[in-house]
């Protein structure tokens, strides 16, 4: 049985940091596009960020590049999210994403994960 479990979130407040971590199991994603999403109350899933399968492809939303990076351990089957100047508007469930199959980009659209994780919620005060 294939899970993501989300770490990390809690409540920061603005300018701070955060860092996410996504653990699998049941399968390896070594070679699997992997991403984050985040969903605020009353809106729809949004991509924030995307990686590879070895880690050499990475994408952002707009709204967080240059503050938010994505990387992976491929040897613990572990994706991380590290968020720095956090601003309020970052706040919602943030949620880890895998594909099925095997991929050498990432991938911005919902349709394509297959498994996802249960969300981790980030907070962030003004």
């Known amino acids: 049985q294939v899970q993501l479990v989300e770490s990390g979130g809690g409540l920061v407040q603005a300018g701070g940091s955060l860092r996410l971590s996504c653990a699998a199991s049941?399968?390896?994603?070594?070679?699997?596009?992997m991403g984050w999403f985040r969903q605020a109350p009353g809106k729809e899933r949004q991509f924030v960020a995307g990686i590879s399968g070895n880690g050499g492809n990475t994408g952002y939303a707009d709204s967080v590049k240059g503050r938010f990076t994505i990387s992976r351990d491929n040897a613990k089957n572990t994706l991380y999210l590290q968020m720095n100047s956090l601003k309020p508007e970052d706040t919602a469930v943030y949620f880890c994403g895998a594909a099925q199959l095997s991929h050498s980009g990432y991938y911005t659209d919902l349709p394509n994960y297959d498994y996802w994780g249960q969300g981790t919620q980030v907070t962030v005060s003004s």
């Open positions: 049941g399968r390896t994603f070594s070679r699997n596009a």
